[in-house]
């Protein structure tokens, strides 16, 4: 079983920037990983993923040009490099790894961490 745990989230300014770390130990075949985010009164929706492999990434629109997904190898760490936070942003942060496709629709993924809140405040 994939063992995904966030690191803990915070509490920012508008304006401001946070990094989400979950170790993603890499298990047999489930090489799309990615960050989906749930605000209180909404479905889940995916903000990052990114292939294993290849390294392609693929990100919401909503925070293109502000957040950068990325894997550290070498410590099977998969980090959220958040920018320009909004109070928009202000969510519970999951990890989450499965098969490819990699795709920003939660509903294929299968293995999730415990989820980590972000709060952005004005």
């Known amino acids: 079983q994939v063992q995904m745990r966030e690191s803990a989230g915070g509490s920012v300014q508008v304006g401001g920037s946070l990094t989400l770390s979950c170790p993603a130990p890499?298990?047999?075949?489930?090489?799309?990983m990615g960050w989906f985010r749930q605000a209180p009164g909404k479905e889940r929706e995916g903000v990052a993923t990114i292939h294993h492999i290849d390294g392609s990434t693929y990100y919401a629109d909503s925070v293109k040009g502000r957040f950068t997904i990325s894997q550290d190898n070498a410590k099977n760490t998969l980090n959220l490099q958040m920018n320009s936070l909004q109070p928009e942003d202000t969510a519970m942060y999951y990890c989450?790894?499965?098969?490819?496709?990699?795709?920003?629709?939660?509903?294929?993924?299968?293995?999730w961490g415990q989820g980590t809140q972000v709060t952005v405040s004005s």
């Open positions: 890499i298990y047999p075949n489930r090489y799309c």
């Open positions: 989450a790894a499965d098969r490819p496709p990699c795709t920003l629709v939660a509903a294929r993924y299968n293995y």
